[in-house]
Structures are given as structure tokens and as C-alpha cells.
């Protein structure tokens, strides 16, 4: 299903959450509006490295960032392996891989939408509401 946010649209496949499309969307509108901070939906996540990486992502809190090599270091895997499942993440924006960065803080990818614009937008989104300053300070679609 196809999701409509901060003028895109996010794929995210809906057979991978319990809830129907009505709620995923109202819950979107409502992360997009300022309302919701986590989403409150059931994710199967898929068996292996993709799923163990999926669940850290999902443990980094609203406004926060954390590094490819930060969550590589708490599952003992490499930063490509982080990069790599969370370019394989079938629900973007609900379970939070945008908010996983460079060692740097740059944006090294996002398979939603418009990729690293769209991940920008959505930091500088939580940034605003919870008034931190946004972490990223570049774009880098290349590079994991």
C-alpha cells in the first residue's frame, strides 16, 4: 500500500501488519501531524540479520538517531549487513530506518519514496517536534 506523507508517497507492504490500511494511514497522518510518535501497529518481522536489525531500529526513540555501526556493534554484524536489511525493511516509517545514519551523520540511503530526501524530511520532522536539532548535516545516497 502506498502511503501519503510530507508530499510523498511511502510503499510500505501492508501484509506484514496485523492492523488494516485505515489505521496505518491514520497513524501516519497523525506521525505526520505531530500527534504520534510511535507507531502503535503489530509488524511481522522477517526470521534472520533483516529482522534482528528491524527490531533495533525499532527501539531508537522519536527524535533520535543512531549509526549503522552503533546498531552493527550491538547485533556483532558489519554496517554494509546493517545498511543492507534496512534497505530490505518492508514497513519504512513505522518501523524507523530513517533514523539510522552515517558514522558522520550523513544520510547514506533510505529505500522509501524519494530515498535520502525523504529521510531528511522526516528527521527534520521529529527534529521540530521535539526540538533537537536535526543530526545529519549531509546527503550521501552512495554510501551505507
Excluded: W
Aim: hydrophobic share 35%; net charge negative.
Amino acid at each position: 500500500m502506498n502511503v501519503a506523507i510530507l508530499g510523498t508517497t511511502i510503499e510500505i507492504d501492508e501484509s506484514a501488519i496485523a492492523e488494516p490500511p485505515a489505521k496505518i494511514r491514520e497513524q501516519v497522518r497523525e506521525y505526520e501531524h505531530g500527534d504520534r510518535q510511535t507507531f502503535d501497529l503489530r509488524v511481522t518481522v522477517p526470521e534472520g540479520m533483516t529482522g534482528e536489525v528491524m527490531a533495533a531500529m525499532d527501539e531508537i526513540p522519536y527524535g533520535e538517531t543512531r549509526t549503522y555501526g552503533e546498531l552493527a556493534a550491538d547485533l556483532d554484524t558489519s554496517p554494509i549487513v546493517v545498511g543492507q536489511a534496512c534497505g530490505r525493511n518492508p514497513v519504512p516509517l513505522v518501523v524507523p530506518c530513517h533514523r539510522v545514519v552515517g558514522s558522520d551523520g550523513e544520510l547514506r540511503g533510505y529505500s522509501a519514496a524519494d530515498g535520502v530526501v525523504t529521510k531528511r524530511q522526516l528527521l527534520e520532522l521529529e527534529a521540530r517536534e521535539t526540538e533537537t536539532k536535526p543530526v545529519q548535516t549531509r546527503l550521501s545516497a552512495d554510501r551505507y
